[in-house]
């Protein structure tokens, strides 16, 4: 009994730790988004970038995947933003997103 326990724990912390890569894996994309776009030219994070537009330090505690998401397709609609829908995939923009909300 005490063997079965121990095993699934360690079954559960490998499964939390994959969780833990893929999510990781999924913000380093966003990053490598975020750059090839060059958003960095109008928005700072940490200090670094332009200040056109809005400082996005801090923005994962302010705003949560479903608004960013929405802003992304209809800047407008969500936020009276003036500038243009971000431009990419599903899967791009998830992982935007998950770049984003990991800025707190």
Same mark, same amino acid.
């Given at each position: @009994? *005490?063997?079965?326990?121990?095993?699934?724990?360690? =079954?559960?912390?490998?499964?939390?730790?994959?969780?833990?890569?893929?999510? #990781?894996?999924?913000?380093? +994309?966003? !990053? #490598?988004?975020?750059?090839? +776009? /060059? =958003?960095?030219? =109008?928005? @700072?994070?940490?200090? *670094?970038?332009?200040?056109?537009?809005?400082?996005?330090?801090?923005?994962?505690? /302010? /705003?949560?995947?479903?608004?960013?998401? +929405?802003?992304?397709? &209809?800047? !407008? !609609?969500? #936020?009276?933003? &003036? @500038? @243009?829908?971000? +431009?990419?995939?599903?899967?791009?923009?998830?992982?935007? #997103?998950?770049?984003?909300?990991?800025? !707190?």
């Amino acid at each position: @009994m *005490k063997n079965s326990i121990g095993s699934v724990l360690v =079954c559960v912390g490998i499964s939390l730790l994959g969780i833990g890569l893929a999510e #990781a894996s999924e913000i380093e +994309k966003g !990053k #490598a988004f975020y750059e090839e +776009k /060059r =958003c960095s030219l =109008c928005h @700072m994070i940490a200090g *670094k970038g332009g200040q056109v537009g809005p400082d996005l330090s801090g923005i994962g505690s /302010r /705003r949560d995947r479903a608004w960013l998401l +929405k802003f992304f397709d &209809n800047p !407008k !609609k969500v #936020a009276n933003a &003036n @500038m @243009m829908p971000v +431009k990419g995939s599903t899967e791009e923009l998830s992982a935007l #997103a998950a770049y984003l909300l990991s800025q !707190k």
